[in-house]
T-cell receptor
Framework: EAQVTQNPRYLITVTGKKLTVTCSQN?????MSWYRQDPGLGLRQIYYSMNVEVTDKGDVPEGYKVSRKEKRNFPLILESPSPNQTSLYFC????????????FGQGTRLTVV | RKEVEQDPGPFNVPEGATVAFNCTYSNSASQSFFWYRQDCRKEPKLLMS???SGNEDGRFTAQLNRASQYISLLIRDSKLSDSATYLC??????????????FGAGTRLFVKA
């Protein structure tokens, strides 16, 4: 089954404790993105990757890191999480960057206390 | 001002009604346009792509006006199952040469029996 898989689905952590949210897709897509969704603000792009070893900042990259060592995986790293990073996070992948459908993971609800 | 703007609603309509959503985008370099649907706390899913010539998929019609930088979605004969948040999405080239995806904050629709 074609899908984007995020883990964990839910996470409660403490300020400053490094964490990684994994994202994996099995559709051989080149373009992958991370978004955060907050009430009233919609989805905002954190980072995106056009292909392996090619990543770029979205609109809200501060406090986040990503890597794209393999085509299928695009982990999101929070080196020192803070409460303002409490949010619903979505990973997405698509065949290309434009004119193509994006497929989303089921989301990761992160709470930083 | 947000780069992609939508009326947040909510729109409360009876079953069978016709409802129209609007979206405006500010960057004239935007290249591709979509409507996504998001159910509560779930991942967004593609509803339809939007083209200048207009496109229709069953009860749904989408239209793009590049001159006015305006996108619309029309839902005819509303069903209870149409209740969701509708997201306007735009792709454009980023300053660094990649491609960014920008979401509107969404328009909430409630269809009542």
């Amino acid at each position: 089954e074609a899908q984007v898989t995020q883990n964990p689905r839910y996470l409660i952590t403490v300020t400053g404790k490094k964490l990684t949210v994994t994202c994996s897709q099995n559709m051989n897509h080149e373009y992958m993105s991370w978004y955060r969704q907050d009430p009233g603000l919609g989805l905002r792009q954190i980072y995106y990757s056009m292909n392996v070893e090619v990543t770029d900042k979205g609109d809200v990259p501060e406090g986040y890191k990503v890597s794209r060592k393999e085509k299928r995986n695009f982990p999101l790293i929070l080196e020192s999480p803070s409460p303002n990073q409490t949010s619903l996070y979505f990973c997405a992948s698509s065949f290309g960057a434009v004119h193509t459908e994006a497929f989303f993971g089921q989301g990761t609800r992160l709470t930083v206390v | 001002r947000k780069e992609v703007e939508q009326d947040p609603g909510p729109f409360n309509v009876p079953e069978g009604a016709t409802v129209a959503f609007n979206c405006t985008y500010s960057n004239s370099a935007s290249q591709s346009f979509f409507w996504y649907r998001q159910d509560c706390r779930k991942e967004p899913k593609l509803l339809m792509s939007v083209y200048s010539s207009g496109n229709e998929d069953g009860r749904f019609t989408a239209q793009l006006n590049r001159a006015s930088q305006y996108i619309s979605l029309l839902i005819r004969d509303s069903k209870l199952s149409d209740s969701a948040t509708y997201l306007c999405v735009v792709n454009r080239e980023a300053d660094t040469g990649g491609f960014k995806t920008i979401f509107g904050a969404g328009t909430r629709l409630f269809v009542k029996a």
